[in-house]
């Protein structure tokens, strides 16, 4: 399932996060994921999309602030294809 995937991810990318990070855990407006860490979300997300994202285009925090979040946009984006 990709909300076990992506919090698994995480506390790979930040193992201070590991077993911390929920569903509904801030991850962006709480600063937990520094600039590396929001690089390595948007490849997870261009991966499992299958797509290229423009980053500027959207409003980050409030798109991917939780795992929730990050997977019903990449929900989103895969019915787009």
């Not at 698994?8 to 994921?33: C, H, K, Y």
């Not at 948007?42 to 994202?53: H, M």
């Amino acid at each position: 399932m990709l909300h076990d995937e992506l919090i698994r991810a995480i506390g790979e990318w930040n193992p201070a996060l590991a077993g911390a990070v929920q569903r509904e855990t801030p991850l962006l407006s709480s600063g937990s994921l520094d600039s590396l860490g929001l690089f390595q979300l948007l490849v997870w997300i261009e991966q499992k999309t299958g797509r290229a994202i423009d980053a500027t285009a959207i409003d980050m925090t409030a798109e991917w602030d939780t795992v929730n979040a990050i997977v019903a946009f990449v929900e989103r984006e895969r019915s787009v294809r």
